[in-house]
C-alpha cells in the first residue's frame, strides 16, 4: 500500500482518479478548492479525504507520491513543498498509465470531437460483451453510472486527451496511456492556450501514432482528411471507418428517429448487420462505428454489439434532455467547438425536422473565447432557428483577441437568423421562458457549469405554465 496525495486534479477526474487508486488498495487522499456534493459525497462514500484548500501542511512525510494535476503551476504552496521536500511525484496520466496500463491492453480513444461518447460506447460495448474491461472516460457514462469502471479483464479502454499533462509536462495526455488499440476519429484545431496552431496539434497525434506497436491496430476517422493522413505514419495494422465509400467499416442507410439512429455496416463492402443506437446524428453514427471496429478487434459477435448498442444510455451533458416544461423540451450539451455545435444541431435537426430549434452558445472554452472561431461559430449557429449568446466567460484576453458576441449576432442577423446578445444568464432565462413555445428544442451549449441555466430555465417555464 502507498499513501499518495493528489494536487491540481479538478472535479471529476480529482473523485474518479482517487476511487480508481483505492481500488488498488492505496491510502488515497487530496487537495482542492470548495469541493461540494455530488464529489464531496462521493468521496467521503469512498473513504477518501479531501483537505481543503492548499498547504504546505498537507504534504507529510509519510507521502509516498503526489499526483500534480494540470490545474496549478509553481507557486502553489504544496507544490513548492514537495519540490523543496523532493517528494516523489508524477502527473495524472503517469499515475494511471503506472498503476493502470502496463500490464493492460490499452485502448485509447482520441480525436477532437466524439471521443467521451466514443470511449463510453465502446466501453460499455466489451462489458455488455463479456471481456470485462476497465474503462476510464472524461464524462460520466450512464450505463456506468460513473466516469471509470474497475474490471477483472485485460482490456482498458481509455479516453486519450491531447490537453497537456503538468507544469513540468506541457505534451499530450495520450502520450502516456501505452496504445495497442488506438481511434482516431478526427484532428481539429482546439486548446488554443496549449497549442500555437493545427500543425502543433498534428504533431503530437503523429507522435500518438509513433506509440503503437506492430501488432497494435490503428482506427481511423475515414471523413477527416487530418486523421486519415497518419495512416502513412502508421506501423501497425490501419483499418479506417466512416460513412465515406473508401472507408475500410462503412456506416450507410442512416435513419434518424426522434430518439434513436438506425444505420446500416459493411466491412471492406461485405455486410456486417444492421444496428440501432439511442444518439442523434451522423456524428454519433461515426462514434458508434469506431467502437464496433473496437469490439471486433477484441472478438466481440456481431449480435452482441448491436444488443448492447441498443442498451446504451448514453453520456451526461452529450445532448441530455434535462426536461420538458410548457411544452418546451430543453437539452444539455457540452459541444464548445464550431464543428461539434453544426454536428450537433444537424443531429437535431434531422430528428426533429417540424420543429423550432434555439442554441443559446456559452463562449467559455479557452478556445472558443478567442476571436479564432468567430466566422466558424456563426456558421454553425446558423442551424439553428433562434440563437442566444452571452458574454463570453471571465476572459481576460485582450479585447483584439476576444470573441465578439455582438459581431456574432450581427453575422447570424445578416443570415436571417433571429439572434441577440444578452450579456446575463437570468435575462437569458427571463427572454427565452417567455417567447419559447410549445413544441420548441432548447440546445444549450458549454463546456462548463453555465450558472446552472438549465434548472433556471426550467423552473421559468414551468412557472409560466402554473399561470395560465
Known sequence: MKRIHLIGICGTAMATLAAMLKSKGHDVRGSDHNVYPPMSDFLRQQDITILEGYSPDHITADLDLVVVGNAISRRNTELEEVLDRKIRYCSLPEAVRDHFLWAARSVVITGTHGKTTTTSLAGWLLAHGGADPSVLIGGIAENFEGSYRIGGGRD???????????????????????PDIAVVGNIEFDHADIYADLDEIRLAFRRFVNLIPRRGLLLLGADNADALALKDKALCRVETFGLS??????????????????????????????????????????????????????????????????????????????????????????????????????????????????????????????????????????????????????????????????????????????????????????????EARDGDLVIVMSNGGFDDIHRKLLAALEARASRR
Open 245 to 434: 465509400n473508401d472507408a475500410e467499416w462503412q456506416a450507410h442507410d442512416i435513419t434518424i428517429a426522434s430518439a434513436s439512429t438506425t444505420f446500416s455496416v459493411r466491412r471492406g463492402g461485405t455486410p456486417v448487420g444492421t444496428f440501432e443506437v439511442p444518439l442523434l446524428g451522423s456524428y454519433n453514427v461515426r462514434n458508434a462505428l469506431a467502437a464496433i471496429a473496437v469490439g471486433a478487434a477484441v472478438g466481440l459477435a456481431t449480435d452482441t454489439m448491436a444488443e448492447g448498442l441498443r442498451k446504451f444510455r448514453g453520456v451526461r451533458r452529450r445532448l441530455q434532455h434535462r426536461g420538458t416544461a410548457a411544452g418546451v423540451a430543453v437539452y444539455d450539451d457540452f459541444a464548445h467547438h464550431p464543428t461539434a455545435i453544426g454536428e450537433t444541431l444537424d443531429g437535431v435537426r434531422s430528428a426533429f425536422p417540424d420543429r423550432r430549434i434555439w442554441a443559446i452558445f456559452e463562449p467559455r472554452s479557452a478556445t472558443a473565447c478567442r476571436r479564432i472561431f468567430q466566422s466558424e461559430f456563426a456558421r454553425a449557429l446558423s442551424k439553428a432557428d433562434r440563437v442566444v449568446v452571452p458574454a463570453v466567460f471571465r476572459s481576460t484576453l485582450p479585447e483584439a483577441e476576444r470573441l465578439s458576441p455582438e459581431a456574432l449576432i450581427t453575422d447570424l442577423q445578416s443570415n436571417g437568423v433571429e439572434a441577440r446578445y444578452i450579456p446575463q444568464v437570468d435575462d437569458i432565462v427571463t427572454t427565452v421562458a417567455r
Open 156 to 178: 482498458f479502454v481509455i479516453e486519450g486527451d491531447e490537453y497537456d499533462s503538468a507544469f513540468f509536462d506541457k505534451t499530450a495526455k495520450f502520450l502516456k496511456y501505452l
